[in-house]
């Protein structure tokens, strides 16, 4: 897969969403190393102006790895909600990918873009 191919399924992901109105803007910028590598950075504003900041860099001549990513997600008030990486722990974890939620961070899957703004819409829509 190409990093243009990529970047293009994000943007298709990022306009589904911004179908159920609850997404006031976003943007992407790709800093391409190859083109199968790269860094991916992007922002999601939404309607209650928490914010997804997310960062991914990309290897994708064999398969889809992300080498690093943070996938953040803030209230209006710059407060983190939660936040999905894989960055390294002092002291260590027992595992690379894991999730920040509140004071607690426990194992979790690498997650995609998709997975993230459905979690996102969902906290939206239950606390309208």
Known sequence: MLLTEYLSGLTGSISEYAKTGLILSSELTVDSRTDKIGLIKGAVVFLNGSKLFFTEYLDLRY????LS?????????????????NATHRPAL???D??????DVIQAPVPGLPAVLEEIIELLMLSS
């Open 69 to 85: 990513y943070v996938f953040h997600y803030q209230d209006n008030n710059s407060n983190m909600i939660f936040r999905y990486d």
């Open 98 to 103: 894991h999730k920040h939620s509140g004071k």
């Open 94 to 96: 027992p595992f690379a």
């Open 63 to 66: 398969k889809t790895r992300k």
